[in-house]
Structures are given as C-alpha cells and as structure tokens.
C-alpha cells in the first residue's frame, strides 16, 4: 500500500482511492472531538471508503444505512439519546457487534435521509467514546437541515470521482503518471512514444470517467467501453430519479439544466442562456437549482469573474455560468444515446480526432473536473468589444495561488485541436500582466513554451 492511497475492493478488483490519507489525518488530529462529514455524489464510493477505513483502522466499526430506513434504529435516536449507555447496548445488540471505547467507529451513511441523527452528533461526539463518520450528499438542502441545528462538531471533506492519477492506477500506469510528473517539474515533453501512450490514457479516461463501477466494468470487460457505458446509464437513471424526488418547486428547473448540460457545452460560448431555457426567464430564477446541483455534486458550476482581483470569488458573476457535469465519462453517456455511441462509433471517432464539436466539449468537461479534484473553484473571463460587437478575449479557466499579500492568477485555454491561436490568452496577458503568474494552453500536443506560455498535454493538468 502506498502511502497516499488505500486499496479498496470492488467487485474483486484494487482501486485505490487517495481520500484515505485525509481520512486517517482527521482520525490522528481529531482524537474523538470532531466527527468526519464525506461529501459527494451519489455512487462515488463514499460508503465502501469508509466501511474499508472501519475494517483497517479500527478494532471494531457499525455502519447505519439510513437510506434502509431501518424504523427501530430511527427509534434508539429518537428515544434513547439522553442514556447513551442504553442507545450504545441497542445499537450493539442490533448490528450483533461490540464496541470498543477509542478503539471502535460509527458510521452515518446516507445521514441527509435522517437528519436526527446528524443533529445527535453534537452529543455524541461530547460523550467521547468513538469515532463518527458522516456520508451523504445533499447535506446543505433546506429539506435535509430542517428543525436541526448543525453541529460544529463536524469537520467536512468532499469525495470526487477517481482522478487521472487514479484512474491511471486502476489501469496499472502508475510508472507513467511518475514519469510524467517529472516532466511537468522539469517543463520538458515526455518522450514520444510515452506522450502517446498518454494521451490514449486520457481519452481512456475522458470515455470511462472516474465513477468506480463503470472504471470496475471497463477494466474487467478488457477495456470494453460498451460495458462501461452501461454501468454509467445506469448512474444517470439514479440521478434523473433523485431530481424527480425534489421539491416541485425547482424539480422543473432542475431537470431541464441537467438535460440541457450537453447542448450547452457544445455551442460556443459553452455558458447557459436562461432565455433559450424558457422564454422570459432569468438567473435569478435558477438560484435554487444551482445550489441543489452543486449540493448534490452532480455538476461543476464555473462562474464569470471579469475582474480577476484579489479573491476571485468576491467579483464572481452568477447570472453567467457554465455548467459542467462532475464526471466526463457520465457526460459522453448523457450526450449519446446508446444507439449513436455504436452506430456512429463515437469513441472511434474521438480517439481519431475527428468527432470535433464533441470533442472539445468533452476536452473542457474533463479539465473542469480535474481541476475541481485538485481543490481549485472554476472561473472563467470574457471581454465584450463594443465596437466589434463581440467578445474579444474568453478565458476557459483562472485558478488563483490564493495568496492575500503575494496574489496571482494563472489563465487557462483548453484547446482541442492541433491547431489554434493565442489571440484572447495574449489580449488577456496584456491586460492584467501585473497579476498574471503563468499561463498555460492545454492542448493534445507535447509540452511546450512559446512566448511564455506553457503549452501542456491534459493529462498534466493533474499538476495545476
């Protein structure tokens, strides 16, 4: 086991998922005063991760599925949370497993469907006896905090899809992800052979996505994209079916952003326009669906900045986003209906650079999700030219070094095709050359420095 991973099993196979270093920090810094809150989709792994870290880490773990809706565990909370020694001996005796003082785990899966129990946290951690982890998605709705208060005993961490690095992992590369960071270090292309085999590994990715099933399925079937596809419609049924749970007042709202996510990523400008939603709408209109998307962490949101300052968030726009879906393997099924992926071949397609608008949607789409695994918030810059009647300059991407006294800012353009110009990167150099650190294109082609960009491959976008 490597220091920064654990394996985890699924289905008979090794992945290995890097969220388990944060999850033994938050066991070795908290010491039983904070309780671990894991944030994401659903079907990311959150529960086999944390029924895995129960196993090695702890001599004893209970694991509570609240979405069992189990009503005689839904009663212990109800009933018996002012004698904890009686709530502990019922919990025991109904999981038929003892509990060890220090020395045991309890987990809360799913807590959003049972919010007693995450208001009981504050109780529960102050007792003292064992750990506590919380899984759930949809942790900040108004539904799922209603007449709780939230405890500050929780410390949160979010959980993504796996990442190039681990997707990469998963298919045994871990030697070129190695090699490649030191290329990234070094700012020199990889060898050409290994920047071919590369970039197949991230079409490979782009494709599959990081949802572990479908990773699972791809590898097991002998790189079968079909088989993976159906492990993904399969998540894609699952998230229709939550939207169709939601409050009817934003269900609508919601549902036509999630359809639309495709058709939007493929027009130009790529952000979405609230009139071609429904005539007459607005942004304003859409703040509940946003934030019931993001909670959910079904999407990423990139939002206008177009005055990239201290604190990128502080000149965000809202009424100008993009709309990205969290993981790009669920994009390409969403955009395709079975029928064209195989009639037209998309993935061969694709991997010949000769499915072009699609490609670059789904080029942006991974990028996006690969910088959201690395911590950054999505922004994006356009300058409108009056006189052109157009916009002169669009920036797909600027991530900040968040810095409050030393502050810069790095644009990104993601490029598709071979060939493209600089024009809105240099515009926008010149601009704002006193906040500017490095710029970077991500392109398909090798690393590269010209007039003082650095041209990278996507698969190093993991280095950003």
Request: charged share 30%.
């Amino acid at each position: 086991m490597r220091a920064n991973y654990m394996r985890i099993i699924w289905s008979f196979m090794i992945l290995e998922r890097k969220i388990y270093k944060k999850l033994l920090e938050w066991k070795n810094e908290s010491k039983g005063t904070k309780a671990l809150m894991v944030e994401g989709a659903r079907r990311i792994g959150k529960s086999t991760i944390c029924e895995e870290f129960g196993k090695k880490e702890y001599e004893s773990y209970i694991l509570i599925d609240f979405a069992k809706k189990d009503k005689e565990i839904e009663m212990y909370f109800e009933t018996h949370l002012n004698d904890l020694d009686t709530f502990f001996m019922l919990l025991q005796a109904h999981f038929g497993k003892k509990l060890t003082e220090r020395k045991s785990l309890i987990i809360f899966d799913e807590v959003q469907i049972f919010p007693q129990a995450r208001a009981a946290i504050k109780y529960l951690v102050a007792d003292g006896r064992y750990d506590y982890i919380e899984t759930g998605s949809l942790i900040s709705i108004k539904e799922n905090v209603k007449d709780i208060v939230i405890p500050s005993e929780e410390r949160h961490i979010n959980m993504y899809p796996l990442d190039f690095e681990e997707f990469a992992s998963a298919l045994g590369e871990d030697l070129l992800v190695e090699y490649i960071k030191k290329c990234f270090e070094k700012k020199e292309p990889l060898e050409r052979g290994m920047h071919n085999k590369a970039m197949l590994l991230f079409n490979q990715y782009m494709f599959v996505g990081g949802m572990p099933k479908p990773v699972v399925a791809f590898i097991q079937n002998k790189k079968d994209f079909t088989e993976a596809d159906k492990e993904k419609r399969d998540i894609l049924r699952l998230y229709r079916e939550d939207i169709m749970k939601i409050d009817a007042r934003y269900r609508s709202k919601v549902l036509s952003i999630f359809d639309q996510i495709p058709g939007f990523l493929s027009s130009h400008e790529k952000r979405i326009v609230f009139k071609q939603l429904q005539n007459g709408s607005y942004a304003e209109q859409y703040e509940e669906t946003f934030f019931w998307l993001a909670d959910s962490m079904i999407s990423n949101e990139s939002f206008l900045c177009n005055d990239p300052n201290v604190g990128l968030s502080l000149n965000e726009t809202r009424s100008y986003v993009k709309c990205y879906l969290a993981d790009t393997g669920l994009l390409v099924s969403h955009a395709f209906d079975e029928n064209e992926l195989l009639e037209d071949d998309v993935y061969k397609q694709i991997l010949a650079g000769k499915l072009e608008i699609n490609e670059g949607m789904l080029y942006e789409n991974a990028i996006a999700q690969m910088l959201v695994a690395s911590g950054h918030k999505l922004y994006f810059y356009t300058h409108y030219n009056k006189v052109k009647h157009r916009n002169d300059i669009e920036i797909d991407f600027i991530i900040s070094n968040n810095s409050k006294l030393k502050y810069k800012m790095y644009p990104i353009e993601v490029k598709s095709g071979k060939q493209y110009k600089t024009t809105s990167l240099n515009n926008f150099r010149e601009k704002y050359k006193n906040r500017i650190g490095e710029s970077y294109i991500i392109h398909p082609k090798n690393l590269i420095i010209k007039d003082g960009i650095i041209c990278i491959p996507p698969y190093m976008t993991m280095m950003l």
